[in-house]
């Protein structure tokens, strides 16, 4: 759980990459656990925003497409609807609805907030300093800057071998035909694109390697030996394929342009990505989604700082782990069922608020209890993935405290969007629901 850096053009990566590689690394670290020593300076995958469910609670019809996020939203076929352009607002989007007024269709400028955040997260070496960071003996911020590794331990021929073998074999899942194929939601050119939604079955195939793997006695200490070599052959990969990406954007036509990536900066245009949906002969290069590197990071740490706890503990943790994840699906797929279908018996006795935009907003069930429950199951969630560390050092706390302030930053931004868009209403709300994130604390 610790995200920074992204392919500039949000252009590839793996569906459910993020996944496997995750669990990849936790085998590794298993692996090395049981009497393997790695060698002390590498890492491993590299790492990306994951986009998220849009943050309001109205019964507003089926989700646009996020023409900013790395992986294409989809919906259902029969939820097909007149294409409305939207607001992207990071992690988590705030979409712009049919109400919201006209938009500007290409050259839409950058927010002067967005194009030094878009500059850092492209930055590669914060992750790769996260890494050096962590292999130092005492990891402590102290300790700071890490000693700079001589320049050939950065590249490993072998790695990258490895990371092409590893994209090959995710984008040989996504060809394969299993799994549902949904329908994108409109684009502004009335055309809708079909995806295949098969990332579990890539998930679970991909573990089941892993399995299979540790079962014939693979090394799989090669991950943690080599996690500097991995990554740097991650970022190049990607960086070749984002200029590809950018290139190719030139010659597409003005509908095929993301409204976001449009702005004339080339520096964050190219983070952005300048077309919306670029494919190879229905091959859809966006569907793809890296995240591994720091969200792999406390298991990279525990392998060199062993943080022993008790089975007790080890339970607690766990548990906290599944409460998060439970809050989190329970909450998102109420808000998701009380917008296609507001009618629906089961919001029969849930109280509702009108608004002037002839949508409703939900003010029971999970959305009576805080504006923002979908933020505090991921809270708790990234909690869970820091405990086991400890607390002896920061570092592997990174991503819970990027993750805190992220989502407050996150949550005033969707106040004040959300009272633009509700007025009377969202206040109505506010003081109906006191709370953001954390019932009675925040």
Partial sequence: PITLTRTPSQSVAVPCADHAALFLSCAAAAAIADGATPSRKDPKQRDALETRPTENNSNDQHEQKDEKSMAPRVSEPENKE??????????????????????????????????PGATTLAAASWVLFLILQVNQEDPSLTNFPPPFPPLETFWDLRALGFVLLWILLQALLYILPIG???????????????YRTNGFFAFAVSAAVVAAAMYLDVDLTYIH???????????????????????????????????????????????????LNPRIKGFDLKFFLWVPFT??????????????????????????????????????????????????????HMKTIPTATGKSLLVSG????VRHPNYLGDLLMALAWSLPCGFRHLLPW?????????LVHRDSRDMSDCRRKYGSAWDEYCRTVRYRIIPRVY
Avoid at 82 to 106: H, M
């Fill in 180 to 194: 549902k194929l949904s329908d994108g939601v409109p684009l502004r050119s009335g055309e809708t694109l079909r």
């Fill in 398 to 406: 990174y991503y819970m405290i990027y993750f805190i302030i992220l």
């Fill in 366 to 369: 999970w959305w009576g209890v």
């Fill in 225 to 275: 030996s080599h996690f500097l070599q991995l990554a740097v052959a991650f970022f190049l990969v990607s960086l070749l394929l984002s200029v590809y990406l950018f290139v190719r954007s030139r010659s597409a036509g003005v509908g095929e342009l993301a409204l976001g990536g449009n702005s004339g900066n080339v520096v964050y245009d190219f983070f952005k990505g300048r077309e």
């Fill in 82 to 115: 007149e294409a409305q352009p939207e607001k992207s607002q990071g992690r988590y989007n705030l979409r712009r609805r049919k109400d919201d007024g006209d938009v500007e269709t290409v050259n839409a400028k950058p927010e002067p907030k967005q194009q």
């Fill in 295 to 348: 969200y792999t990071l406390q298991a990279y740490y525990l392998v060199d700082h062993p943080n022993p706890l008790s089975l007790p503990v080890l339970f607690a943790i766990v548990v906290l782990k599944l409460v998060g994840f439970y809050i989190f699906r329970k909450s998102n797929s109420e808000k998701n069922a009380f917008r296609r279908n507001p009618s629906d018996p089961r919001f029969s």
